[in-house]
């Protein structure tokens, strides 16, 4: 059974960081893209980053680009963000996902995803 199970959420001053870990298992994912997505209270799943499947492309949403990044390691199955300079409007379940695609950064291009893991930014 493939699973992604993400860890690091929690609550956080605005201008803090926090860094999310997602840890895969039932499979190798080192030829896909992984990426983060986030849902805020009422609005859609967006894109927040993503990577390709070898690390040596990464894409992030205008609204975390500078502040967030993206990594894996291939050999542990694992994706994290590091998320920096974090902002209220930041708030939302942040959800890892897994592409079946090696490069990509858009939602329907992901067919794996965990449960979420709650990230909320006071003011």
């Known amino acids: 059974q493939v699973q992604l199970v993400e860890s690091g959420g929690g609550l956080v001053q605005a201008g803090g960081s926090l860094r999310l870990s997602c840890a895969a298992s039932g499979r190798t994912f080192s030829r896909n893209a992984m990426g983060w997505f986030r849902q805020a209270p009422g609005k859609e799943r967006e894109f927040a980053a993503a990577?390709?499947?070898?690390?040596?492309?990464?894409y992030y949403a205008d609204s975390v680009r500078g502040r967030f990044l993206i990594s894996r390691d291939n050999a542990k199955n694992t994706v994290d963000l590091q998320m920096n300079s974090l902002k209220p409007e930041d708030t939302a379940v942040y959800y890892c996902?897994?592409?079946?695609?090696?490069?990509?950064?858009?939602?329907?291009?992901?067919?794996?995803w965990g449960q979420g893991t709650q990230v909320t930014v006071s003011s």
């Open positions: 996902a897994a592409s079946y695609s090696p490069n990509s950064m858009r939602k329907a291009e992901y067919n794996y």
């Open positions: 990577i390709s499947w070898s690390g040596g492309s990464t």
